[in-house]
């Protein structure tokens, strides 16, 4: 019985979580939840998986929350500290990183610090921390297993391979809802337009970054730093039908491929049971419905938040910390209708221009980075305004 506790069990990524810990009761125990702010969800996954703890970011809604479970054994946390808390608990064998952003950063490092393995799906933490991360999982001897579609499909592609016979890491990307579209339209997509992903069902911010091809970006920066691979080896290459989630090519040219319908429940289980394969009931692939899989460059004309990302690499530092802070306010900015889809990455690249550089940057260093490249996108925000 493996005790799981997951932080950001009311997103998309927690609730599936918990849909493959209901089918396989008799491997997996729920031991904390944590929530920012959805109370209702929060309180009924607390009766339902009767965790010995849950958190709730919004600490004026606790006591919401403690009122509807006064009569079970929960225990109700609030706060940043009690976060850490619950990630670092003795009776927590692995924890599910699955808070959007930045935000889940810290509770993370704490929990490797404290020896726990972790089912990865914020990639914000490599992203913006990778080599603290991942020296630091070194150090703990624990595991970090990515719940990410693609790097789950990388990480299932090399089991028994030499990392040094890696000619290349091939990222798939579906290109979202304006694949096809002409650039000079894209400037007029509505907030609406863009969350209607062709495949997959996620949060607004990740269908956000998807549909800019940010997320993408941030994926190839997470790739470099859990696979340690150099840049030049990762590609991306677009595939609308997102069957296959990626591909490594070794020096002999032959490819590994990881394929299957587009459902995250698969890669989240795989990260669940490793290193054990568990059965499941979904839907099976069925090759006679998809007579053609197709797969091109991207147009760094229309998306370029990959050419961004890529450029950070080429920086290191805390350029990638930059770029993300600026764009968790950009999407945000766009989702409340105060800037066009295309400023998005304007606002972005702007930012990284403009914040103060970190050759090696510390964890206060990169705090005080997200601090400052989140004010900084603010006011260019404020001039788009004008």
């Not at 997996?28 to 109370?39: M, Y």
């Not at 998809?290 to 530092?317: H, M, S, V, W």
Request: hydrophobic residues 40%; contains cysteine.
């Amino acid at each position: 019985m493996k005790k799981i506790a997951i932080l950001g069990s009311t997103g998309s990524i927690g609730s599936q979580a918990l849909e493959v810990i209901r089918q396989n009761p008799e491997r997996f125990s729920v031991v904390g939840l944590s929530s920012h702010a959805n109370a209702n969800l929060l309180i009924e996954q607390a009766k339902e998986f009767k965790p010995a703890m849950v958190h709730i970011t919004d600490e004026k809604i606790a006591k919401e929350v403690r009122t509807a479970l006064k009569d079970t054994s929960t225990k109700v946390l609030t706060g940043a500290k009690e976060l850490k808390s619950l990630a670092t608990d003795s009776d927590v064998d692995m924890v599910i990183s699955a808070i959007v952003g930045f935000a889940g950063l810290k509770p993370t490092l704490a929990a490797i610090e404290a020896g726990k393995d972790i089912a990865l799906a914020n990639k914000e933490t490599l992203v913006v921390a990778g080599d603290i991360v991942m020296d630091l999982a070194t150090k703990k001897e624990i595991n970090i297993l990515p719940v990410d579609s693609e790097h789950s499909a990388i990480f299932q592609a090399m089991q028994g391979e030499n990392y040094d016979k890696v000619r290349r890491m091939i990222l798939t990307a579906s290109g979202g809802p304006f694949l096809d579209m002409d650039v000079k339209d894209m400037y007029r997509v509505s907030c609406e337009d863009a969350l209607k992903h062709p495949n997959w069902n996620m949060g607004n911010k990740i269908t956000i970054d998807s549909a800019t091809m940010m997320n993408k970006g941030l994926e190839v920066i997470e790739a470099y730093h859990l696979f340690k691979t150099p840049p030049f080896k990762i590609e991306v290459v677009i595939h609308p039908q997102s069957i296959i989630h990626s591909m490594v090519e070794f020096d002999d040219r032959s490819i590994k491929a990881q394929m299957g319908l587009p459902d995250m429940r698969v890669p989240i289980q795989y990260a669940l049971g490793y290193p054990e394969r568990l059965k499941n009931k979904l839907p099976e692939l069925d090759f006679t419905e998809y007579n053609a899989l197709t797969f091109q460059k991207p147009d760094l004309e229309k998306f370029p938040a990959l050419g961004i990302a890529f450029e950070t690499i080429r920086r290191g530092g805390n350029f990638p910390c930059i770029i993300n802070a600026a764009n968790e306010i950009a999407v945000d900015a766009f989702l409340n209708n105060e800037i066009g889809f295309m400023e998005i990455a304007r606002v972005v690249e702007q930012t990284m221009e403009a914040a103060t550089p970190c050759v090696n940057p510390d964890l206060d260093d990169l705090v005080q980075t997200d601090n400052e490249a989140r004010e900084k996108a603010k006011e260019f925000i404020i001039q788009l305004k004008k």
